[in-house]
Nanobody
């Protein structure tokens, strides 16, 4: 079955960097749209980045985040640079497989000095 498992979150200081990983199983990442969302407790989930035939980013991460798909490893990554406290959230990777949305359990990112 389709499964997504995020990792790589943690505590980082403002201006720092993190790499989030998403391990996919049950489908081939090369064949499907992949995306990262994030959610702050008490607020709506928001889209961060997507990758399909091309990549797109939310305005608030453009120039700082990079979404990358490793087809050989069936993994997806989110490289996050120049982090700010506003980037503090739980980050989720997701896909739509056979018209159904799947999400991982999330990985928490905290940006604080």
């Amino acid at each position: 079955q389709v499964q997504l498992v995020e990792s790589g979150g943690g505590l980082v200081k403002p201006g720092g960097s993190l790499r989030l990983s998403c391990a996919a199983s049950g489908f081939k990442t090369v064949e499907y749209n992949l995306r990262w969302d994030r959610q702050v407790p008490g607020k709506a989930r928001e889209g961060v980045a997507t990758t399909d035939s091309d990549s797109s980013y939310a305005d608030f991460v453009k120039g700082r985040f990079i979404i990358f798909r490793d087809e050989r490893k069936n993994m997806m990554y989110l490289y996050m640079n120049n982090l700010t406290p506003d980037d503090t959230a739980v980050y989720y990777c997701g896909t739509t497989y056979n018209h159904e949305d799947f999400w991982g359990q999330g990985t928490r990112v905290t940006v604080s000095s």
